[in-house]
């Protein structure tokens, strides 16, 4: 009896240590087909490290997974952070077309730098989706010239990618002056309601058909808008307002503009949809007069602009309306100093014209953020003054020398190629400046670290 308990003991454990083996002999026949060696860390905020540490991880931390397609894209931002934040004190590298150098800029290598890591690096998916004329369509002969000579030529640029794969940022391709024009009804009480809930739809179908943007909720798409309406027409989503990158002409600060997430754009008018008879002007010595104005009184700041100066003097020319008989781009290239206030939004296509022209922009404007200031040092070729300030204006201009006139007209003349609309684009120029500005927001973020990997 005794030996019959020790033997079925004995033949249990026997079974139980050859079904083990068997087991962990499997487990480490998969462990060795693994193909790729990715050293991770086990602090998440690790997987992209910032731009001022470093970390050595230990071998210990060794596993075996493969790349996502994601962790590679952010793997190349990082190393363009890196090599940006390396340029802001290295030595000035060469471009065939153009150097950036001066007090134009707030850090000309760093800007130069993240230009060519741009050129390199980005890549833009533009939905396909919607029909003609609200998506895929603009105004290109207008002050809202911006929103259809970006979308047309983003479609037909080197930075598209039709793979959405291998896209840094989205971009949704309806134009807000569209909405306005085919769907605004005046005479109706809820006029927002129709042309918000296009931009809602749009969103609904794309994250529907996609995940890309329910995988960052919004934060790596843009959308572009010069109509003053783009800011209140991107609510009809919240994660647009408040996530996305909005590039707007109507850049207000008090209206939820964002400059570290948001893009100021120019506003630009394209009368005949070119650029032909709106750039030049003559040296400073043959330039009359002082200061030049002419608009209506729409907004806070003209008003006050009119009482103090309108027909006060004759070398400040303040005008509400121009004789039939005088040119208005005649009298900016007779003038100094061009004043740019606000109306009743904070863009106006006059300070684009007054750098055209080669007259000085003075800008008056509150709450506002000039385009690509995140790049441009504009008090390196504009004049700033706040409206409290208007009564003194003449002796604030007057009190800047012949000297230091002449290097913020010279300066505003090289600054200009950041504004000049060309077809098809030139490096440098309005649109890939636009096209810089959301590749700077873009590398602002770590989408790893915001989807908790």
Same mark, same amino acid.
């Given at each position: #009896?005794?030996?019959?308990?020790?033997?079925?003991?004995?033949?249990?454990?026997?079974?139980?240590?050859?079904?083990?083996?068997?087991?962990?002999?499997?487990?480490?026949?998969?462990?060795?087909?693994?193909?790729?060696?990715?050293?991770?860390?086990?602090?998440?905020?690790?997987?992209?490290?910032?731009?001022?540490?470093?970390?050595?991880?230990?071998?210990?931390?060794?596993?075996?997974?493969?790349?996502?397609?994601?962790?590679?894209?952010?793997? +190349?931002? @990082? =190393?363009?952070?890196?090599?940006?934040?390396?340029?802001?004190?290295?030595? @000035? #590298?060469?471009?065939?077309?153009?150097?950036?150098?001066?007090?134009?800029?707030?850090?000309?290598?760093?800007?130069?730098?993240?230009?060519?890591?741009?050129?390199? =690096?980005?890549?833009?998916?533009?939905?396909?989706?919607?029909?003609?004329?609200?998506?895929?369509?603009?105004?290109?002969?207008?002050?809202?010239?911006?929103?259809?000579?970006?979308?047309?030529?983003?479609?037909?640029?080197?930075?598209?990618?039709?793979?959405?794969?291998?896209? =840094?940022?989205?971009?949704?391709?309806? &134009?807000?002056?569209?909405?306005?024009?085919?769907?605004?009804?005046?005479?109706?009480?809820?006029?927002?309601?129709? #042309?918000? =809930?296009?931009?809602?739809?749009?969103?609904? /179908?794309?994250?529907?058909?996609?995940?890309?943007?329910?995988?960052?909720?919004?934060?790596?798409?843009? #959308?572009?808008?010069?109509?003053?309406?783009? $800011?209140?027409? &991107?609510?009809?989503?919240?994660?647009?307002?408040? !996530?996305?990158?909005?590039?707007?002409?109507?850049?207000?600060?008090?209206?939820?503009?964002?400059?570290? +997430?948001?893009?100021?754009? $120019?506003?630009?008018?394209?009368?005949?949809?070119?650029?032909?008879?709106?750039?030049?002007?003559?040296?400073?010595?043959?330039?009359?007069?002082?200061?030049?104005?002419?608009?209506?009184?729409?907004? $806070?700041?003209?008003?006050?602009?009119?009482?103090?100066?309108?027909?006060?003097?004759?070398?400040?020319?303040?005008? +509400?309306?121009?004789? +039939?008989?005088?040119?208005?781009?005649?009298?900016?290239?007779?003038?100094?100093?061009?004043?740019?206030?606000?109306?009743?939004?904070?863009?106006?296509?006059?300070?684009?014209?007054?750098?055209?022209?080669?007259?000085?922009?003075?800008?008056?404007?509150?709450?506002?953020?000039?385009?690509?200031?995140?790049?441009?040092?504009?008090? &390196?070729?504009?004049?700033?003054?706040?409206?409290?300030?208007?009564?003194?204006?003449?002796?604030?201009?007057?009190?800047?020398?012949? %000297? @230091?006139?002449?290097? /913020?007209?010279?300066?505003?003349?090289?600054?200009? %190629? *950041?504004?000049?609309? !060309?077809?098809? $684009?030139?490096?440098?120029?309005?649109?890939?400046?636009?096209? *810089?500005?959301?590749?700077?927001?873009?590398?602002?973020?770590?989408?790893?670290?915001?989807?908790?990997?």
């Amino acid at each position: #009896m005794i030996l019959v308990f020790f033997f079925f003991n004995f033949w249990n454990f026997f079974v139980k240590f050859t079904l083990l083996s068997t087991i962990l002999s499997l487990f480490w026949e998969q462990v060795e087909k693994k193909e790729e060696i990715l050293v991770i860390s086990t602090n998440r905020s690790h997987i992209l490290p910032s731009f001022n540490e470093t970390h050595a991880l230990p071998m210990s931390s060794r596993i075996k997974r493969n790349f996502s397609n994601l962790e590679m894209l952010e793997a +190349k931002l @990082q =190393q363009a952070r890196a090599a940006i934040r390396d340029a802001k004190n290295g030595n @000035q #590298m060469d471009d065939q077309d153009y150097i950036p150098t001066g007090p134009i800029y707030l850090n000309s290598n760093a800007f130069h730098r993240s230009y060519l890591e741009m050129e390199k =690096q980005l890549k833009v998916f533009v939905y396909e989706e919607g029909e003609h004329p609200i998506f895929h369509n603009g105004p290109c002969g207008s002050i809202y010239s911006v929103e259809g000579y970006f979308i047309h030529n983003l479609e037909i640029s080197k930075f598209r990618t039709r793979d959405p794969n291998d896209a =840094q940022v989205y971009f949704l391709p309806f &134009s807000v002056t569209s909405i306005v024009h085919f769907i605004y009804d005046k005479n109706s009480k809820h006029h927002w309601r129709p #042309m918000k =809930q296009t931009v809602k739809d749009y969103v609904d /179908l794309i994250a529907g058909k996609y995940h890309y943007w329910n995988r960052s909720l919004g934060v790596d798409h843009f #959308m572009l808008s010069c109509h003053d309406w783009g $800011p209140e027409i &991107s609510k009809s989503v919240p994660e647009l307002f408040k !996530n996305s990158v909005r590039a707007l002409c109507n850049a207000n600060t008090s209206e939820g503009f964002e400059p570290s +997430k948001d893009v100021s754009i $120019p506003e630009i008018n394209l009368p005949g949809g070119r650029m032909n008879g709106l750039i030049g002007g003559p040296s400073p010595s043959r330039r009359p007069f002082l200061v030049f104005f002419a608009g209506g009184l729409h907004g $806070p700041i003209r008003p006050i602009l009119l009482e103090h100066w309108e027909n006060k003097d004759e070398d400040v020319q303040i005008h +509400k309306y121009l004789p +039939k008989n005088v040119s208005y781009s005649a009298m900016m290239r007779k003038s100094r100093y061009c004043i740019c206030p606000s109306g009743y939004e904070v863009a106006s296509p006059r300070v684009v014209e007054a750098l055209y022209t080669g007259c000085v922009p003075v800008l008056i404007k509150d709450h506002y953020v000039p385009p690509f200031s995140d790049v441009l040092n504009w008090k &390196s070729f504009a004049v700033v003054i706040p409206k409290e300030d208007i009564p003194n204006l003449k002796k604030i201009l007057t009190a800047i020398s012949t %000297r @230091q006139y002449i290097r /913020l007209q010279r300066r505003g003349k090289v600054v200009r %190629r *950041h504004f000049e609309v !060309n077809f098809p $684009p030139k490096r440098y120029d309005v649109f890939h400046m636009i096209l *810089h500005s959301v590749w700077l927001r873009r590398l602002n973020i770590q989408l790893l670290g915001l989807l908790g990997r």
